[in-house]
């Protein structure tokens, strides 16, 4: 008997960073960064560049997609959905293409820049660093 022969079985793979729920997994590289290109899910036009943005959790409410003008002419009322996962863009100047809502209350809504679809994101006016981009409001590649 050879008591080494047990030992050989192959270790565990490791486990998905800590932040990332299963679905999102395979979007988020080891240090908490979107591996892939945040697009429109719309029109393809594309949000923000790999690397760009971090993996974040947080509960909000976001306002049913629809065109800008509409969007902030909700002024967050109506439809909605509640959205837990997103990218947190700390500078502004790191997007490749959004647009913003007018101010409603204390908040601007994130959209694309080119097609106007909507809100894909949320920035709230008293935190002036923190942009967040819902991650099943867009596409990636």
């Known amino acids: 008997m050879e008591p ?3 030992a050989a079985a192959p270790p565990p793979s490791p486990p998905p960073p800590a932040a990332a729920a299963p679905g ?6 080891a240090q908490g960064r979107n591996l892939k290109a945040v697009l429109c899910q719309r ?3 594309r949000v923000l560049l790999p690397g760009a943005a971090t993996f974040a959790r947080r509960e909000l409410l976001l306002p049913a997609m629809r065109k800008k003008a509409a969007a902030a ?3 967050g009322g109506g439809g909605g959905d509640v959205v837990r996962e ?10 490749e293409n959004v647009g913003f809502t007018r101010d409603v209350g204390n908040v601007k809504f994130l959209v694309c820049a080119d097609c106007e679809a909507g809100p894909i994101g949320w920035h709230c006016l008293d935190d002036k660093d923190s ?5 099943e409001r867009v596409a990636h590649e």
């Open 4 to 6: 080494a022969a047990a």
């Open 24 to 29: 999102s997994a395979e979007l988020v590289c």
């Open 43 to 45: 029109c393809g036009s």
């Open 73 to 75: 002419a909700a002024g």
């Open 86 to 95: 997103h990218w947190l863009v700390r500078d502004m100047f790191s997007f």
């Open 131 to 135: 942009f967040y981009v819902a991650l």
